[in-house]
């Protein structure tokens, strides 16, 4: 099997070392370690907990949806014989715990199953299209991460300014407008009048240049919902720390108005943004489908709404659980990366 | 010429004067006191003097620092002075420093904002001044890893690094255990006069003033009523307003004698354990015994009083005899029943027992009207009274109290902090319970509305026989409301006995390390010696 079959253990194994990279990085290197391993431990095994009650959920859910594979992929008149034949070839004539723990086992050597309508291993289905859909979350996060920090921050520090109105206005515009709308409004003034790129459809990444124009008007589109979701919240955490006590003090010491919010309020208001990012992440990667459908771009979300469609129900499985994965995973980074950013979490008091 | 002198200083904020017409001054190596009540203009006054003023504040008048007048200078010059010739300690050490910096990074930072120095030398100068305030612990923890008195010592290596001519404290140490404030006084005093340097202390308690200061300025509705040498002004008080001032610090209440009676509470042999961290990863978890062997009743009427520092155990006893938390060792009865049953409160105990708390502000719930808030307790009651019945209740209780019967219509943010604390004791009052506890009930007070309401304490005695275990780190409120008292130390009752004995003639070491360390307001028709 193909190396997108193997995620979730390599997965695993980069989410340990990760930890370490993190420690390393707060420069965390004395005797008090044990309290940030049994951190990153705890958050670890609740990683591993959270994936088997997502699965045992997803294959829970698929079973009890009515419509027997089998049975329509051989439609309506199929002799019950065939019919058997058939579901005893696909396993479905198994016990649900045997069949449960087949599918977990399958998906932890990267054997994910075949697709009924493709009639190709999921896992090529997938590895096709994750890197379509994967690529396209990782550049809207950044895109709203790079809009969204400056401009929370900008009108935190000038609160009740021209600039501050005019940012929370337009925020507020932001997260009230939906996405695939603004996504046909980018594609009407960029693709259509002024050409600039195409209005759908994706190249490929034998060209890196041609994939990244072909993803940058979606990115943008998933981007600036979430932009304005996350300026608002930057700006009020932020607020809420140049209210803070130790604010008064560094100013006491000397520090400008500007250093002290760079220099202490930034770091602190990261805590609850970092949940925000953690949350849009997941959201990027799963709810693309709209506009993956408005782009035409061959991504998972377009994978899961025809696969559920054909009741192509191992596909949708395997996708929805790659997708908790990916999401659960992001979760442990973000716990983390608490960790990086608040010190009370790496020590014991 | 005064190393800080304020001339005719007005603030105002909106259409609010805020302070009005201020004059005072500073002279190195000396310790001018701000004292007054809150809402007096104490801390405005300091955070004039800093160039901290809110935004938006109008000025009037001058504050000359060394020849310069902050009101007039520009920002970024101020910038240069905050830190480098003034300092500033701020009252809540808890949350006046940065959770996700160490404390020897905080310290540098002051030394890195004004000096042209390696970060590597500022490092080791911080580590330096960390250990000049009398800091033990290394400067690479973090601020929560340190108690409050450290922290604050801390706060105040961060102020001094520099060696500013002028140190401003801003209630240094109401936030902090009588033997702690003891130490950081100490620590401020010897600063002043090892770097020269003038101190503007702000503080509420007349006592901490009358030890420090070797001038007072009483402040009042932001006015300067008064000002004058410490020996001066204590043995003249020409102002009202200070004399008013310094009696409600040293208010005795009137209590009623009271007849030994039965036994109320009894708690026997208590322990209290929690549940530790792990220390090893998969190592058994260590549990901290929070209260050792506790063992006191309380008779019908009588008024016990509980001192101890922070963390000796107070809460987690409060706790206990509510019967919010089951105990691990040993028992708590009121009137012969125990007040944990299985796994909930037992709640014919329960109503014979009810609970004043320290902060009149977030203790009610602020869309109920009094009427309703004050009647919660009736839940307690299997037949709650209805109607005419539940009215009359009501007005008793605010009567008690001192309140109107039409009081109940409104809500909490309509009355003042001592109100709010009338109405915490109408609620407690209004199932007539054989018990109050009283937990830090007047500390949040100011000195005058603290005396009324240890008053009103008294005067319920008088009308009813009421028992009550009065919780406080003040060990003068204690003194005079209390029949007996319990001295508590890390989780033990170290001494007992009637308060007058225990007061005079303490026996525990830490019980006369408690009363040493307590300031005291000297005996006003003595001039004291200023240190």
Not at chain 1, 156 to 184: E, H, Y
Request: charged residues 20%; glycine residues 8%; hydrophobic residues 45%.
């Amino acid at each position: 099997m193909g190396p997108p079959g193997a995620v979730p253990a390599e997965g695993g194994q980069d989410c340990a070392d990760l930890s370490v990279l993190v420690r390393c990085a707060a420069g965390y290197c004395d005797g008090q370690a044990s309290a940030m391993i049994r951190y990153v431990l705890g958050r670890f095994l609740s990683l591993v907990l959270s994936l088997v009650v997502a699965s045992i959920v997803i294959f829970a859910v698929i079973e009890v949806i009515p419509g027997d594979p089998a049975s329509f992929m051989l439609g309506v008149n199929a002799r019950a014989d065939t019919l058997a034949a058939l579901r005893a070839e696909m396993g479905l004539d198994q016990p649900l715990p045997v069949r449960y723990f087949a599918w977990v086992t399958g998906l932890l050597t990267g054997d994910f199953g075949n697709s009924w309508t493709y009639k190709t291993p999921v896992a090529e289905l997938v590895s096709d299209r994750i890197w379509v859909s994967l690529p396209l979350a990782i550049y809207a996060l950044i895109l709203s991460t790079l809009i969204a920090f400056p401009a929370g921050i900008y009108a935190a520090s000038r609160r009740g300014s021209a600039g501050d109105v005019t940012i929370m206005g337009a925020t507020q515009l932001g997260v009230a407008i939906p996405n695939f709308w603004f996504a046909m409004i980018l594609v009407l003034i960029f693709a259509i009048n002024l050409r600039w790129f195409s209005a759908g459809g994706f190249p490929g990444w034998d060209n890196p240049m041609q994939a990244l124009k072909a993803l940058t008007l979606p990115a943008i589109a998933l981007a600036l919902p979430q932009a304005a979701i996350l300026a608002r919240v930057m700006r009020s955490s932020l607020l809420d720390m140049l209210g803070e006590d130790f604010i008064r003090t560094v100013r006491a010491k000397g520090l400008s108005r500007r250093q002290a919010l760079w220099r202490h309020a930034v770091r602190n208001a990261l805590i609850p943004v970092l949940t925000i990012i953690g949350l849009q992440f997941s959201f990027l990667l799963a709810g693309g489908i709209i506009i993956e459908q408005v782009f035409f771009l061959p991504g998972l979300g377009r994978l899961i709404f025809q696969s559920i469609s054909a009741r192509d129900l191992i596909v949708v499985e395997s996708v929805v659980m790659l997708l908790v994965f990916t999401v659960i995973v992001v979760n442990f980074l973000v716990d983390l990366a608490y960790a990086a950013v608040d010190p009370r979490l790496r020590r014991k008091a | 010429m005064s190393l800080l002198a304020i001339k005719d200083l007005s603030v105002q904020i909106g259409q609010a004067e805020i302070l009005h017409g201020i004059n005072l001054s500073v002279q190195a190596g000396e310790i001018v006191a701000i004292t007054g009540e809150s809402g007096s203009g104490k801390s405005m006054t300091a955070l004039a003097t800093m160039g901290l003023l809110p935004r938006g504040a109008q000025t009037q008048g001058t504050v000359m620092l060394d020849g310069i007048d902050i009101l007039t200078t520009p920002e970024p010059a101020l910038c240069q002075m905050r830190g480098n010739s003034m300092g500033m300690v701020f009252q809540e050490p808890m949350t006046a420093l940065n959770p996700v910096q160490t404390i020897g990074a905080q310290v540098a930072e002051t030394l890195l904002v004004h000096r042209n120095m390696p970060r590597r030398e500022a490092h080791r100068q911080a580590a330096e001044v960390l250990q000049r305030v009398g800091l033990t612990v290394p400067p690479d923890r973090y601020p929560h890893e340190l108690s409050g008195g450290q922290r604050q010592r801390v706060v105040i290596a961060m102020a001094i690094a520099l060696r500013p001519k002028l140190l401003i404290a801003d209630e240094p140490t109401t936030a902090l255990d009588v033997t702690t404030q003891a130490r950081i006084l100490a620590l401020l005093r010897e600063l002043v006069s090892a770097f020269d340097m003038g101190l503007l202390i702000i503080t509420h308690d007349l006592a901490v003033v009358a030890d420090i200061a070797d001038r007072i300025v009483v402040m009042q509705k932001g006015r300067v009523v008064e000002a004058a040498p410490t020996q001066t002004l204590l043995a003249e008080m020409r102002h009202p307003y200070t004399k008013s001032l310094f009696a409600a610090s040293t208010h005795q209440v009137d209590l009623p004698d009271r007849a030994p009676a039965a036994p109320l509470l009894r708690v026997a042999n208590v322990d209290r354990d929690y549940p530790m961290p792990r220390e090893k990863l998969l190592g058994p978890r260590p549990r901290f015994r929070a209260l050792h062997d506790i063992s006191f009743e309380v008779e019908h009427g009588e008024r016990v009083g509980l001192v101890g520092e922070s963390g000796c155990g107070k809460s987690t006893l409060t706790r206990a005899i509510l019967g919010l938390e089951d105990v691990q060792g040993g028992q708590i009865m009121l009137d012969g029943q125990p007040v944990f049953t299985g796994r909930h409160p037992n709640l014919t105990v329960r109503r014979k027992m009810q609970v004043v708390f320290q902060d009149p502000y977030s203790s009610f719930n602020p869309r109920h009207r009094v009427d309703r808030l004050i009647t919660e307790p009736f839940h307690l009651l299997e037949r709650p009274p209805t109607g005419p019945a539940r009215d009359a209740a009501i007005t008793k209780a605010l009567a008690d109290v001192g309140l109107s019967p039409s009081d109940g219509r409104k809500y909490i943010h309509e009355f003042s902090g001592g109100q709010r604390q009338r109405i915490a004791i109408a609620r407690a009052l209004i199932v007539e319970p054989e018990l109050i506890i009283f937990d830090e009930a007047v500390s949040a007070l100011d000195v005058s509305v603290r005396a009324q309401v240890l008053d009103l304490i008294a005067d319920l005695c008088r009308k009813r026989p009421l028992g009550y275990l009065f919780i406080s780190h003040d060990l003068s409120v204690v003194r005079t409301v209390t029949d007996r008292v319990l001295v508590m130390q890390a989780g033990r009752i170290v001494e007992q006995g009637p308060t007058e004995d225990v007061f005079n003639n303490p026996q525990h070491p830490y019980t006369k390390s408690l009363i040493a360390a307590a300031p005291q307001l000297p005996d006003i028709t003595h001039a004291p010696e200023t240190v």
